[in-house]
């Protein structure tokens, strides 16, 4: 199992997954717009940057295929996540960070990428921030955007109630302005297990611990005392000022421009990175974007319905919802099965849903052409709907009662009803199918 960023590259480049570019690129639109044309492909690293000496890497898990390798996945891409989850290790600590090997005080020299017209400016987007509850003490890892304001400073947008927002108030509440650490450019795994929302109070990095093996070490930053992997290619040290805010809006998941907000801001202390260091850039509403934030919940809801509702084959986070908003729910259904029960559970395990789809087994839950089939075959607008009015939903959706957070949830219920009759509904075979070739023939 690869440890570090670097190693992983190596790995997917022997695998032929990863296309070096070594032609000058502009971080201004350029680099968002070929990594769009890399869309479902190979990873792209960028050599040659106008405006920074630093490299650029993008797409880095873009398929589910590198998403599998970065985890160690071997059949179900769902297990080793699950597993680690559960077996979650405290990672090693060493003194040796290798991102001590150079220092600076001015952002600038980051390759900060500008996405997408009418954006507020160029941001970061594969931040994770380290911080820590002044009660708690608990260490905690998460995923934030940041806005350059000046050479010292960024906005970091926080949702209100996860876990830094809580921290940053808690630590607001007692005077003060909260200290952390931020990395960018990270082996794969923790930032998988970053964007994991792990229960309060517990260490998103000791998921990542057991997802690489238990060959995670960690560093001791000496402002913030956070500790962050050792193989780090970029750490700045600062605090989140209890006082400043700055207005700043990106586009999100769903490749729509989130409401212009203020937010906190961050100020540097001191930046540190590797000798040659690789900066990481995560192209907002596109398959990187959608599956780091997608399949740790797709995971999550998997492990919780199977264990809840046995008869449970698989849930899939689906592309048309990114990976966020849509799920579909495959089951073995029996006389016994309460559909809409389950229903309820996927939307109590992940609050940001607004619709769930449950299919038979015979339908394939990633080919939105089969979910569609099981509809019209298999769903009675009258009787086969849950819905659920008022209640918290994604801040995402731009469809949603914004101020207030609040949408509508659909469940359907696709799944054949078993007091009619089974070969009304039995999907039609032909024999010798698969053993024919039609190429055989001509």
């Not at 991102?99 to 990428?113: C, K, M, Q, Y």
């Not at 009258?382 to 957070?405: A, E, H, M, W, Y």
């Amino acid at each position: 199992m690869t440890k570090d960023l670097r190693e992983f590259l190596t790995q997917i480049k022997k695998t032929k997954d990863l296309m070096v570019i070594k032609k000058k690129v502009s971080s201004k639109y350029e680099i968002a717009a070929l990594t769009a044309h890399a869309e479902g492909g190979k990873a792209l690293l960028f050599e040659n940057i106008k405006e920074s000496k630093f490299r650029l890497v993008s797409n880095l898990v873009g398929t589910r295929n590198r998403f599998s390798l970065a985890v160690g996945a071997k059949k179900d891409i769902h297990e080793p996540i699950i597993k680690a989850i559960k077996n979650a290790s405290k990672p090693k600590t060493t003194t040796s960070g290798k991102f001590f090997e150079n220092s600076a005080t001015d952002l600038s020299i980051l390759p900060i990428v500008t996405h997408f017209a009418k954006e507020s400016g160029p941001f970061i987007t594969s931040s994770i921030v380290y911080s820590k509850n002044p009660e708690l003490r608990a260490q905690n890892s998460s995923f934030h955007r940041l806005m350059p304001i000046d050479k010292k400073h960024f906005s970091i947008r926080m949702v209100e109630g996860r876990h830094l927002h809580r921290n940053f108030i808690s630590a607001k509440e007692h005077g003060e302005d909260l200290k952390v650490a931020i990395a960018v450019g990270v082996h794969p795994a923790i930032s998988i297990a970053g964007a994991y929302q792990a229960d309060w109070g517990k260490d998103e990095l000791e998921i990542a611990n057991s997802l690489l093996s238990k060959k995670l070490t960690l560093v001791k930053c000496p402002f913030s005392k956070m500790h962050v992997p050792s193989g780090t290619e970029i750490v700045m040290e600062g605090k989140i000022l209890k006082d400043k805010t700055h207005k700043e809006w990106m586009v999100e998941m769903l490749k729509t421009y989130d409401q212009p907000r203020k937010q906190p801001v961050f100020e540097l202390e001191k930046m540190y990175f590797r000798n040659n260091p690789i900066f990481h850039d995560i192209l907002s509403g596109y398959g990187e974007h959608h599956l780091l934030m997608g399949m740790p919940i797709e995971s999550k809801l998997n492990g919780v319905l199977k264990k809840k509702f046995p008869q449970t084959r698989q849930i899939v986070m689906s592309n048309g919802g990114s990976h966020w908003l849509h799920a579909v729910v495959q089951i073995s259904k029996t006389k016994t099965t309460n559909v809409k029960k389950v229903i309820k559970q996927v939307f109590e395990s992940h609050r940001s849903l607004k619709m769930v789809t449950v299919v038979d087994d015979d339908i394939d839950p990633s080919s939105a052409e089969q979910v569609e089939y099981a509809m019209a075959t298999r769903f009675q607008a009258d009787k086969d709907i849950v819905l659920i009015k008022n209640v918290r939903g994604s801040s995402l959706d731009p469809s949603s009662d914004q101020k207030n957070l609040k949408t509508a949830k659909l469940g359907i219920d696709a799944t054949r009803p078993l007091n009619r009759r089974k070969e009304g509904f039995e999907l039609a075979d032909i024999p010798k199918i698969n053993k024919i070739s039609l190429k055989d023939y001509l």
